[in-house]
């Protein structure tokens, strides 16, 4: 009602309730032809994400696609004084994110001239592809790898190590990224240790996809997700 009031019914608006931890998971999401709806408590995705934030020490984030853009639909921010403050709903422009880049890995010529068809792509930094040609450079990279990294790509200061999430066909249809805000991160990390905790979240959040299994609750802890022995963060350099 609140909203047909203010005359913004056809505006996406997320509403976020969020614990004395920062902790997500009962958001409610309002997206145009689609019903309200919220991720279950401690939805099994959120459960990968928190622990794929806790073994790595770095804020992570899931996003699908819309059009040109990414949109957030989950998160957990970092535990540190600085750490990501992008919440639920925020949109950016999917060819300058990396989640953006995994979430386009797989699209055609064909697919991809359908989505940008104007003959040039706005920059947003130094790094940002600004012609399709460009992109689709960058996008085989990504795709002979498997994942994508960022060092400012689209900000000045943040890091990112970014994974696809596929479903039962094999689609892609979500991306998960960790960033690093304020903080230099090594290359060998980025390529060794964060890559490897991103490409595991990123496989396990696809095979619960996959399986869709009734019993979720098998796949949450009895309690929260603990740091790893030797956290990977150590390889920042804040």
Do not use: C
Not at 37 to 54: G, K, T
Not at 78 to 100: E, K
Not at 164 to 192: F, Q, S
């Amino acid at each position: 009602a609140k909203r047909k009031e203010l005359g913004v019914e056809d505006v996406p608006v997320v509403g976020i309730a969020k614990g004395p931890d920062r902790n997500a998971g009962r958001e409610q999401f309002f997206l145009p032809g689609r019903e309200p709806f919220m991720l279950e408590p401690r939805h099994p995705v959120l459960f990968f994400l928190q622990r794929l934030r806790d073994e790595t020490g770095l804020s992570s984030h899931m996003a699908v696609a819309d059009g040109r853009e990414i949109v957030y639909v989950a998160r957990y921010p970092a535990r540190t004084t600085i750490s990501s403050t992008v919440n639920i709903g925020t949109r950016f422009p999917i060819h300058a994110t990396v989640m953006g880049r995994m979430l386009l890995i797989e699209h055609d010529d064909a697919a991809l001239q359908a989505l940008f068809t104007e003959d040039g792509l706005p920059r947003f930094s130094e790094q940002t592809p600004t012609t399709l040609a460009g992109l689709k450079e960058i996008l085989a990279e990504d795709r002979s790898r498997g994942y994508a990294t960022s060092q400012s790509f689209f900000e000045r200061g943040v890091s990112s190590v970014a994974a696809p999430v596929r479903d039962g066909a094999g689609r892609i249809v979500a991306a998960i990224n960790i960033t690093a805000v304020d903080a230099y991160v090594d290359l060998e990390a980025m390529h060794g240790g964060l890559k490897d905790a991103i490409l595991q979240a990123a496989a396990e959040i696809t095979q619960w996809i996959r399986r869709e299994a009734p019993r979720t609750t098998q796949l949450l802890p009895t309690e929260p997700a603990k740091a790893a022995a030797t956290p990977i963060r150590e390889s920042l350099h804040v």
